[in-house]
């Protein structure tokens, strides 16, 4: 059974930075295409940024590109999304999410195989 574990969330300033983590176990992989998701107080799930099985390409929605960048490392089975410049609007829990048999996973939430618990990540001024 396919877990995924992520970490590295917590409360920061308004231009600071955070490295989230998420760890899979379970299965290989390399066999999955990932992706992360945010959800702010009282409002729907979001797709945040996606990488492919090898890494080779990523997607960002349009609020986080050049300030986000979602990376994997095969070897330790993690995905990893490095988030600098962080914003108010930033707020939210962020979810790492997996799929299964492609190698890109698009951004619709509908198409993951399997999600993570969520880390909490709250930007202050």
């Known amino acids: 059974q396919v877990q995924l574990v992520e970490s590295g969330g917590g409360l920061v300033q308004a231009g600071d930075s955070l490295r989230l983590s998420c760890v899979l176990s379970g299965r290989s992989f390399s066999t999955y295409a990932m992706g992360w998701f945010r959800q702010a107080p009282g409002k729907e799930r979001d797709f945040v940024a996606s990488?492919?099985?090898?890494?080779?390409?990523?997607y960002y929605t349009d609020s986080v590109k050049g300030r986000f960048t979602v990376s994997r490392d095969n070897a330790r089975n993690t995905v990893i999304l490095h988030m600098n410049s962080l914003k108010l609007e930033d707020t939210a829990i962020y979810y790492c999410a997996a799929r299964s048999s492609v190698d890109w996973p698009g951004t619709r939430g509908a198409l993951y195989d399997y999600w993570g618990q969520g880390t909490q990540v709250s930007v202050s001024s």
């Open positions: 990488i492919s099985r090898g890494g080779g390409s990523t």
